[in-house]
């Protein structure tokens, strides 16, 4: 642990939250007993493999399963004719797509086969070696089809087409040919051209950047089992089962509550796990045998077959005064969904040019089909890519001035009132506060050494609210449990456990926190969106002033007095007014031990659609050292402020912000997906999926700024995902600094800064 | 259906029987190459033979004449034992940089050098260290010279049902040192894109009396460059024997572009890191005296 700093306003003084605790899931965690997606054994379970496809693109002539099935320990196979078909979505669609159609294809290919490891077939058999020779003996006969990779050329005339079906969306008149471009989704205020004309500099740029994997270290897994009665119970490693179980219930047309999905625990997400791979195979194949099926994915199939977040193309222009005043901005972006639309486009454009006023704005994010795997949530979907272009943009305009980059960006920083280009009308916010923050560290005007260069860049991030149910269970000894049901991915439990301590004034210890299954609370929307512990936590303080609401009714009961004259405080009912101090108090744990006998069992539950979470700033300084004769890359100093509102658990705040800025650096240098000339991955592990590793960074260090969010009870602002959206800026801008030379292009690996290196060089000659 | 078999025998003789009995059958040493590739559906064996319970494999015998270490030694093992290290302290430095901490407790010298990458990284070092490959098999006991035993990536000069059991490295003269560097984009737990091992002896007015210098990942199999080694005899450091061996070093090269880097990059970095290996393989000797 080291020791996180906080500056800012700090209101409220509280015994657990803002405070470290011991964290209820530790102990299990350490010694090995917590329980994650490969854990759950059942008796007679059958283990299930997945036949992909080797090719990029291809139609599926035929898939023959029958010397697979003839196999001695094969209980069953699947394709795509046992799932369910449906038909494409149509349009209207919302800022997030949901298309049956492309969900059913995806877990299973249909017609073609859209990526390299696209499932095919799934066996179940009585051995996961029987299971592996099995796939091999289904033949499948393909039509290999040209494929492509790249967003930007993806999106041109020409291209091979993934989905015949699917035409440009918004186009008048209707286009006449099939394309990969989904949509165009932005927002425009002002007007441009006047914009640029009245700056006196605009600065135009180019970037790409790779899509990059999650890189949670636990592999999916799950274990299916079905009953003759139709039932199906689904233990399973994601970050939303209430999700897992609305989607499996539509996708295989079954009544929902015939599902009990629980979410073991697990080991990372970062938006990777939102969704359904492996389950509905697993599913189909427990209903062919009457059997449980574990699935366990390697990694390689995580890395070939599960999403990452979309690689990018930004075309950036950004004008502005003299002294700094953005004039004008204007963005037009390619984003590759993967096989299937639905890249973040809508949240993308919300987010790199939020964090200023800027009179004159526009952005167009394009949605774009290539041969690679449908991409998913990354924390803070869409905004780290082009949130770089942006802020790489706004530094140079900085230095052309001869302006220091902070004070640039806080004479046009957003601040309440303000609205944004998206339509965000702006409450209490902390923009101010983290750039005033980071000017003031030390860290930013720290002397550099040779070879060295810092980068620095501002993220914004509007959060999730949503959907959450709580509910809270008083026991006779005064003891209480909490039942969740957003998965714990960052530390959720000890926060929930804080607040509920803190509202009933009691030990945190005598809370226990646990993570229930779909049949045993209301609707939980998943855990991303930086929206838990604002949501949810809003959930178990409103189900623990329930509890409260009826402790004091019990002491009014047993004082014979009316409830409006009793009051809560410190873990005690009290008596007020007239009453004050002439009656002795009851502690907690003597109403709990009286209910039993009096009004009966006490609990509380709260079922909430949370709205108010705002937006939230995190601001990064990141220093990098270059190898000059081999162009390699050393993260040497690196830190990271943050507005988290109120860090109800300081240290795990400080575990996300450090989180992020890690990814960021992994994201910025090395890491990129490395595909043959056939559209094949080539890197399918960690040794060659550069992420990484603990020996890469330097300590990160933490500033939480704390500006309370006046819509939550404890002031919380989400924070999982600020603190990757400004890392791969910092850390590419460093590099470019450190070298003198723009690149511009995602991963700046050793070659490509040696080869940056090499021409500036020239350049100089 | 017949599952993996494995066997644990205790003498060599009784694993060339093995080895002869079933077709295709694979030595398992400390197994971070093997099991990954099995569970990789990369080879699918019927029978792995572990040669750990062999007494032969698993000791370090220093003599006056010539240092013995068991091909079945670990990284760790061999990192501790700091006679060894004082003598051939690039040999160390290269099987401690295999994979991480938790690798190196398992990965073995013998392992490394018979999975046959082209960037493994002991490889370079031991072909630098001037070693002989102690090969077991049907037809009996024979040596190898180290830059002979690597044939292709993946192949190596084993027969069938053979296999190696300790490598034999001279004992240094005075004023010698060695060295291995390796680049990698990340600090560890990554696959070398160059690899670099240079040994060197030194007269005594520091000029170099005798010279090794190999490179790994580089070419299909790792190299002993010849042309290096000229350009280091009789020399001292200066900075016109460092161009003559970053030159030699890229003249040597034979790489292939993939996912670890690229032809261009790899060939420059190869004259880079072999002109920093000499350096350190210098100060070595030079603090070697006697
Ligand atoms: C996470 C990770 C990181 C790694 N990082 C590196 C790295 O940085 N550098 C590097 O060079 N390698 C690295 N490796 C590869 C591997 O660890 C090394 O090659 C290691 O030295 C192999 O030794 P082993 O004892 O585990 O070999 P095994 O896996 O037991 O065997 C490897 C091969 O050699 C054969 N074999 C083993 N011993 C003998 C013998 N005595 N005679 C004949 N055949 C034999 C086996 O049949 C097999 O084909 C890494 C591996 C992993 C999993």
Redesign the pocket.
């Known amino acids: 642990m080291s020791d996180n700093q906080k500056s800012g306003v700090v209101g409220g003084n509280y015994r657990w939250v803002g405070n470290n605790t011991r964290r209820p899931d530790g102990v299990d965690k350490v010694t090995g007993r917590a329980r994650y997606g490969d854990d759950m054994v059942l008796p007679g379970m059958l283990h299930m493999r997945m036949l992909r496809s080797p090719h990029a693109h291809a139609r599926i002539l035929s898939i023959d399963t029958s010397d697979a099935e003839a196999m001695k320990g094969v209980k069953a196979v699947v394709t795509h004719k046992d799932v369910p078909d449906h038909p494409p979505a149509k349009p209207p669609f919302g800022p997030a797509v949901s298309d049956f159609h492309d969900l059913s294809r995806n877990i299973m290919a249909r017609e073609k086969v859209l990526y390299d490891g696209h499932a095919v077939a799934a066996v179940a058999a009585t051995t996961e070696s029987i299971a592996k020779r099995a796939v091999r003996k289904i033949k499948v006969e393909y039509e290999i089809l040209p494929h492509v990779l790249d967003p930007y050329e993806a999106a041109q005339a020409g291209a091979p087409i993934l989905h015949e079906h699917q035409f440009t969306l918004g186009l008048e008149p209707k286009p006449k040919e099939p394309s990969n471009l989904f949509r165009t989704l932005g927002g425009e205020q002002g007007n441009l051209e006047q914009g640029f004309e009245n700056s006196d500099l605009v600065i135009e740029r180019e970037f790409s950047s790779q899509p990059v994997h999650q890189g949670y270290i636990e592999p999916l897994a799950c274990v299916a089992s079905s009953s003759e009665d139709g039932a199906v119970e689904l233990w399973t490693s994601t970050q939303g089962h209430f999700v897992a179980r609305t989607l499996l219930s539509r996708l295989l047309n079954l009544d929902m509550s015939k599902f009990r999905v629980t979410a073991s625990e697990i080991g990372g997400g970062f938006g990777g796990k939102t969704t359904i791979y492996h389950e509905p195979a697993a599913i189909l194949l427990s209903m062919k045998t009457g059997r449980p099926v574990r699935s366990v994915m390697t990694r390689g199939e995580v890395l070939r077959a599960t999403g990452p977040t979309v690689g990018s193309v930004c075309r950036i222009k950004i004008g502005a005064k003299k002294d700094g005043t953005l004039v004008a901005a204007d963005a037009e972006i390619w984003y590759q969904a993967g096989a299937f639309k639905g890249g973040p486009v809508a949240r993308a454009t919300d987010s790199f040019f939020s964090p200023y006023k800027i009179p004159n704005a526009r952005t167009a994010c394009h949605d774009v089909c290539v041969n690679r795997p449908k991409a998913a949530a990354y924390r803070a979907p869409g905004a780290p890519m082009a949130t770089w272009a942006a802020e790489a943009v706004i530094n140079e305009l900085a230095t052309e001035f001869g302006l220091d980059p902070v004070e640039m960006r806080l004479k046009n920083a957003v601040k309440e009132g303000d609205t944004s280009l998206m339509g965000t009308k702006h409450g209490r916010i902390g923009c101010i506060e983290v750039l005033e923050a980071a000017k003031n560290h030390p860290h930013y005007n720290a002397p550099l050494k040779k070879n060295q260069g810092r980068g620095f860049a501002l993220g914004y991030w509007l959060h999730g609210g949503g959907l959450s149910s709580a509910s809270a269970n008083l026991l006779d000894d005064g003891t209480l449990t909490l039942a969740l049901g957003t998965p714990d991915i960052g530390g959720s439990r000890s926060s929930m456990r804080a607040m509920a301590a803190e509202e009933l004034g009691i030990d945190i210890e005598l809370v226990k926190p646990a993570v229930v299954d779909t049949a045993s609370l209301g609707y939980n929307h998943l855990t991303a969106g930086s929206r838990t512990t604002y949501a949810t936590g809003m959930a178990v303080v409103n189900a623990t002033r329930e509890i409260i609401e009826k402790l004091c009714s019990l002491a009014a009961f047993k004082w014979e007095i009316s409830v409006e004259e009793v009051r809560w405080d410190s873990g005690e009912a009290l008596p007020a007014d007239k009453y004050a101090g002439k009656l002795k108090p009851f502690s907690l744990k003597q109403l709990a031990k009286m209910a039993p006998g009096t009004v009966g069992p006490i609990a509380g539950h709260s079922e909430i659609n949370a709205k108010g979470a705002g937006a939230s700033f995190c601001a990064q300084i990141s220093d990098i050292e270059i190898d000059p004769e081999t162009g390699g890359t050393s993260p040497v100093r690196h830190t990271v402020i943050l507005d988290a509102g109120r860090a109800i658990s300081p240290d795990y705040v400080e575990g996300q912000m450090q989180g992020g800025a890690v990814q960021g650096i992994g994201w910025a240098l090395n890491e990129e997906y490395i595909y043959d000339d056939n559209g094949r991955l080539l890197n399918t592990g960690f040794?060659d999926y550069r992420m990484p590793v603990a020996s890469d960074v330097p300590m990160i260090d933490t500033l939480i700024v704390e500006v309370p969010n006046p819509k939550h009870p404890y002031g919380v602002r989400g924070v999982g995902e600020p603190p990757l959206v400004p890392a791969p800026a910092a850390v590419a801008i460093a590099v470019e600094n450190a070298i003198g030379r723009r690149m511009g292009d995602l991963p700046m690996s050793p070659p490509k800064v040696l080869a940056a290196m090499d021409a500036q060089k020239l350049a100089a000659e | 259906m017949a599952g993996l078999r494995y066997e644990a025998p205790n003498t060599v003789d009784a694993a060339i029987g093995l080895l002869s009995e079933v077709a295709g059958a694979?030595?398992?040493?400390?197994?971070?190459?093997?099991?990954?590739q099995i569970r990789e559906e990369m080879i699918d064996p019927d029978l792995i033979v572990d040669?750990k319970r062999i007494d032969e494999?698993r000791r370090i015998e220093i003599t006056p004449d010539y240092v013995k270490i068991g091909?079945?030694m670990t990284g760790a093992e061999l990192g501790e034992n700091e006679e060894l290290a004082a003598m051939w302290p690039g040999v160390i430095e290269a099987v401690e940089?295999?994979?991480?901490w938790q690798?190196q407790g398992?990965?073995?010298?013998?392992?490394?050098l018979?999975?046959a990458?082209p960037?493994?990284?002991?490889v370079p070092a031991i072909i630098a260290s001037g070693a002989k490959i102690v090969v077991a098999g049907p037809q009996g006991v024979r040596e190898i010279p180290a830059e002979e035993f690597p044939k292709a990536p993946g192949r190596t000069a084993?027969e069938a049902n053979e296999?190696?059991v300790s490598l034999v490295l001279p004992v240094p003269p005075k004023r010698s040192g060695d060295a291995y560097l390796r680049f990698i984009p990340r600090t560890e737990?990554?696959?070398?894109v160059v690899g670099a091992g240079v040994s060197v002896s030194l007269n005594e007015d520091g000029t170099c009396a005798s010279a090794r210098v190999a490179l790994g990942a580089v070419a299909p199999t790792a190299l002993l460059v010849k042309d290096a080694i000229d350009a280091l005899l009789g020399s001292k450091l200066d900075d016109v024997t460092l161009e003559k061996l970053d030159k030699a070093a890229r003249d040597a090269c034979n790489p292939i572009d993939d996912k670890r880097g690229t032809i261009e990059y790899r060939t420059k970095v190869a004259g880079v890191l072999v002109r920093r290996t000499a350096a350190i393989a210098w100060e070595r000797a030079q603090k070697q005296n006697g």
């Open positions: 040794l | 694979k030595v398992l040493a400390g197994g971070t190459d093997l099991l990954v040669i494999t091909a079945a940089l295999i994979g991480s690798v398992r990965a073995t010298i013998g392992g490394n018979c999975n990458s960037a493994a990284d002991s084993l296999f190696v737990m990554d696959i070398a």
